[in-house]
C-alpha cells in the first residue's frame, strides 16, 4: 500500500499490507519456503539475469520479508531496505558491499562493542583499514578520509554513553569529500526518534533486535538506502561498473538510486548468506505496528525515573541525555524527538560489590546486555560486556565499577521506581 501521504504512525499500521487477494486475510501471511517454482525456464533465466523481478530462492527473497523491509523503507521514507540475519550481518554486509582490501573507513570512536571489534579487527585483517576519529565531531574525522575512503560511519546514538554526533556537520563532511555517510540508527528507533536521512545520511544500518522487534524475541538488522548518493564517481566499480557475478550487469544503470540496495541482496545475501527467517520477519512486522507507543511511553519512563536516581542519595551521578548536564544534550535536542532516548546510565556510590548486591536485588528489572525490550533491564558493565578490562582500560572506556546502564521497558514506572527503592534498602 502507498503510504507516502501518512504520518509515521500510520505508517508504522500500514505500509507493507498488502490485502491478500484470495483470502481476504488481514494478517500478513508467514511464507516458510526455501524456494519459489519458476514458471518456466525462460522465467527463471530472466530472474537470475535479473531483468525481471521476482523470487528465486529465501536466501535472496521472501514474500514475508519484503512487506518488512517495505515497512521499513516507508518508515524512513528511503527507496528500499534490505532485512538480513542480525544487526552486525547489516554493518557487515554494507561494509563489504562498500570497501574492499586497500580501501580505508573512517569510524566515530563511540562504537557498539560488536561493531568496534569487526571493523577494527575482523575487517582489517580482510584488508579494509579502519581509523577512528579522536572525537565524534565532524573536524576530527575530515583530516582522516583520502582518495581511498569509501565509507563514513558514525552511529546516531552511541553506546552506553549516549554520545549524539551533530549528523548535519558530518553529512556536510560526507557530501565535500564524496564519501558515503553510514549511520548506525539502531537508537533512532526506526526513524521515529531519529531519522538521520533527514540531516544528510545516505546509507543506515539497524539492530532490529532492539526497538523495532521491541519484545526481545528475535534477532534482526535492516540496511536502508536513502537513494541519495551519487555512486558514478568512480569509486565504486562494484556498483556503477561491469558487475562480475551477473554477466558484466551494471547496477547503478539498471536500479539507479536503489543501486545500493540492490548490491546487498544480490551479492551480498547470495555470498553470505545471513538471510533472515520468514517468522522473524513477521515478528518484526508485529513489533513495528506499536513502535511510537512504546517508544513514547519508555523515553517518557527514562525521564521519571532518571529524575528518581538524580535525587538519590545513594546514586553518584546520572548520565541522561535528556538533562541539559549532559554533552550531548544540546545534539539530542536537535536530531531526536523529545531530545532523548529510552536508556540513561547512572553511578551508584559505594563499590562494585554493593552494585552487584543492588542488581542482585532488583525483581523487576532485569540483568542482562540488551536494550529496546519490553521488560526493563539492567546491565552493569564493569561484570559483565566489560569485564575482561583491566581498571585503566574500564576508565578509558568511561566504565566505572559501580555504573549501571538502565533500558527502560513497557511497565508502570512507578513500579520500577518502588523496585530501585527496594533494591536500594540492601545496598548501605
Ligand atoms: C545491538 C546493536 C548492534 C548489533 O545488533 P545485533 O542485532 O545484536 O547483531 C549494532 N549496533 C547497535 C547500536 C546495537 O545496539
Partial sequence: METRNYRFETRQIHAGLNPDEPTGSRGIAIWPTAAYRFRSCDHAARLFDLSEAGNIYTRLQNPTTAAFEERIAALYGAVGALAVSSGMSAILVTTLSLAAAGDN????????????????????????????????????????????????????????????????????????????????????????????????????????????????????????????????????????????GYHGLNLYETFGNAAFVVKCRVDGLRDLGCAPSPFDSYLMLIGLETLSLRVRHEVESARKLAEYCRRHPKVRNVSYVGFDTHPSHDNARK??????????????????????????????????????????????????????????????????????????????????????????????
Fill in 105 to 244: 573507513i573512517v569510524v566515530s570512536p563511540y562504537l557498539y562493542g560488536g561493531t568496534h571489534n569487526l571493523l577494527r579487527t575482523t575487517l582489517r585483517r580482510l584488508g579494509i583499514d579502519c581509523r577512528m576519529a579522536a572525537s565524534e565531531q565532524a573536524a576530527d574525522f575530515e583530516p582522516l578520509i583520502d582518495d581511498r575512503t569509501r565509507m563514513i560511519y558514525a552511529e546516531s546514538m552511541g553506546n552506553p554513553t549516549c554520545t549524539v554526533p551533530d549528523l548535519e556537520a558530518l553529512g556536510e563532511v560526507a557530501r565535500r569529500r564524496d564519501v558515503p555517510l553510514v549511520v548506525d540508527n539502531t537508537f533512532g528507533a526506526a526513524g521515529y526518534l531519529c531519522n538521520p536521512f533527514e540531516w544528510g545520511a545516505n546509507i543506515v544500518v539497524d539492530s532490529a533486535t532492539k526497538w523495532i522487534n521491541g519484545h526481545g524475541t528475535t534477532l534482526g538488522g535492516v540496511i536502508v538506502d536513502g537513494g541519495n548518493y551519487d555512486w558514478s564517481n568512480g569509486k565504486f566499480p562494484q556498483i556503477d561498473g561491469p558487475s562480475e
Fill in 335 to 428: 536530531y531526536y524527538r523529545f531530545g532523548a532516548s529510552a536508556i540513561f546510565t547512572i553511578e551508584l556510590e559505594g563499590t562494585l560489590e554493593s552494585t552487584v548486591r543492588f542488581v542482585e536485588s532488583l525483581h523487576l528489572a532485569a540483568n542482562m546486555t540488551m536494550i529496546g525490550d519490553s521488560i526493563t533491564v539492567v546491565t552493569h558493565p564493569a561484570s559483565t560486556t566489560h569485564k575482561q578490562l583491566s581498571d585503566e582500560d574500564l576508565a578509558a572506556a568511561g566504565v566505572t565499577p559501580t555504573m549501571l546502564r538502565i533500558s527502560l521497558g513497557l511497565e508502570n514506572v512507578d513500579d520500577l521506581i518502588d523496585d530501585f527503592e527496594q533494591a536500594f534498602t540492601h545496598v548501605e
